[in-house]
């Protein structure tokens, strides 16, 4: 099978008026998939992919199986906006594979969306699943679209049109999406509800776990918010205490000081670290006598602002923030940041990977070469996953979970997916990601080789 032909479903939502004008909007569709090669984050996901398969000897027809995303949904969909005009919309939904349970993973709302980023984001998520011992599949999406030029009422009647033109592609026991870029629980409750609603009246309530990450009002997790970050935390501690470090007075920089950086570095700087720069969508800052995480969290809110003019910080050039003097860096905001062109004037010794796929497998390359640790994203972040599987199961079994409980969950099963990952990549010689990839894959080959392939 050609590894870019696709289950690909398109909908049309009645401004292609005839079935032929539908016809031939797939037919572009599945030609633009055909001649594009591949490339940025599904790029490097393959590269990483294939070399941990070599590494293990991954059957051949498995490899082509987990080569492949299983589904591929766009959807195209009309939204009035405040002013009575109609805005049309592109949203997507990749599911990877289910080998090992219902499809999970986020839904980001960002320029930068498309069908290629999300396959990559898909399989990444079945690499996080699997290596965090969780019974699902992976799968990601997210809409095109800058939400800082939509009202919160535009913002939600989108995202509920969104639910309803994905309609019986996603559910509770089929693919559960949660929270990603730009999206947050109050974004879940608007799917939620409107997943519920399309239910029989009998079955609503059974629906409530089609997404996670939902506000605790509805069934959402006691520590969810914070699990992701605490992860990226847990992760680091667990390092430093492999390798006899103290994380008292180590200096940390943060990219991306949203749900993830705010609560990696709350918890890092309650262990002694220190803050010393922060790089957001506007800007970067930097003190390297330290800045403190609550009061930036705080000048934010409060001025609904930018780090840009936090006033205990001077400004840092866009291209310099990577090479600032730390001891731990934290790339917590977009893919492929660290490349081929920073990587070398990084002077951190250890990359903690908050975001997904942060950096590219030429920077990688480098960065390894150099002696730098990097704790990679299918370890080091998948706090938030976890919190969503603990989520997912309260909602199941009708049960509320307590904070203190959550949490000593989420601290176990970190430390055992970074326990595993650490002692293969020493007893293998090969660094954590290759480590991780390797752990990940055998689990699903391991289910494919017991259940067969059918028919």
């Not at 992919?49 to 027809?61: E, K, M, R, V």
């Not at 390894?368 to 996953?385: A, K």
Request: with cysteine; charged share 25%; proline share 5%.
């Amino acid at each position: 099978m050609n590894p870019n032909q696709q289950n690909f479903i398109f909908y049309d939502w009645g401004y292609n008026s005839t079935k032929k004008k539908v016809m031939i909007t797939i037919e572009k569709v599945n030609s633009k998939i055909q001649k594009q090669p591949l490339k940025g984050m599904m790029e490097n996901v393959m590269e990483q992919f294939n070399s941990a398969a070599d590494q293990i000897n991954l059957h051949p027809n498995i490899r082509k199986i987990l080569s492949i995303t299983n589904n591929e949904i766009i959807v195209n969909f009309p939204v009035k906006m405040d002013n009575g005009d109609v805005e049309i919309f592109t949203g997507y939904r990749v599911q990877h594979n289910n080998a090992l349970g219902p499809y999970k993973g986020g839904l980001r709302y960002h320029p930068t969306v498309d069908i290629d980023a999300a396959r990559a984001l898909a399989m990444w998520m079945t690499w996080k699943t699997s290596l965090s011992g969780l019974p699902y599949g992976g799968g990601k999406g997210g809409i095109k679209l800058d939400p800082t030029k939509y009202s919160k009422a535009e913002l939600e009647r989108i995202t509920r049109r969104f639910t309803f033109a994905l309609a019986d592609n996603i559910g509770p026991e089929h693919d559960i999406p949660a929270p990603d870029i730009n999206t947050n629980s109050q974004t879940m409750a608007w799917i939620a509800d409107t997943y519920m609603s399309t239910r029989p009246p009998a079955e609503r309530t059974a629906n409530q776990h089609v997404v996670t990450g939902k506000p605790d009002g509805i069934g959402g997790l006691a520590g969810r918010d914070r699990a992701t970050g605490y992860g990226v935390y847990l992760s680091i501690k667990f390092w430093t205490e492999k390798n006899n470090i103290s994380l008292e007075g180590k200096k940390f920089i943060v990219q991306g000081f949203g749900n993830v950086g705010y609560w990696a570095a709350y918890f890092l700087e309650k262990d002694g670290a220190k803050l010393v720069a922060v790089q957001d969508a506007y800007g970067s800052i930097q003190n390297q006598k330290g800045i403190k995480v609550e009061d930036l969290f705080k000048y934010i809110q409060i001025n609904d602002a930018s780090i840009v003019d936090f006033p205990n910080a001077k400004p840092v050039e866009k291209n310099k923030f990577f090479t600032l003097d730390c001891d731990i860096c934290i790339p917590a905001a977009l893919g492929n940041q660290i490349t081929r062109e920073n990587a070398p004037r990084i002077k951190a010794k250890l990359i903690a990977e908050g975001a997904n796929g942060p950096t590219n497998v030429e920077g990688e390359k480098i960065l390894l070469e150099r002696g730098i640790t990097i704790i990679p994203d299918i370890l080091c972040n998948s706090g938030g996953v976890v919190g969503s599987y603990f989520e997912w199961l309260q909602n199941r079994n009708g049960e509320i979970w307590q904070l203190d409980e959550v949490m000593a969950k989420l601290d176990k099963k970190m430390k055992e997916s970074f326990n595993k990952v650490y002692d293969y990549s020493k007893n293998r010689g090969m660094d954590m990601r290759t480590a991780a990839f390797c752990i990940a894959i055998e689990r699903i080959e391991k289910a494919y080789i017991q259940r067969g392939i059918f028919p």
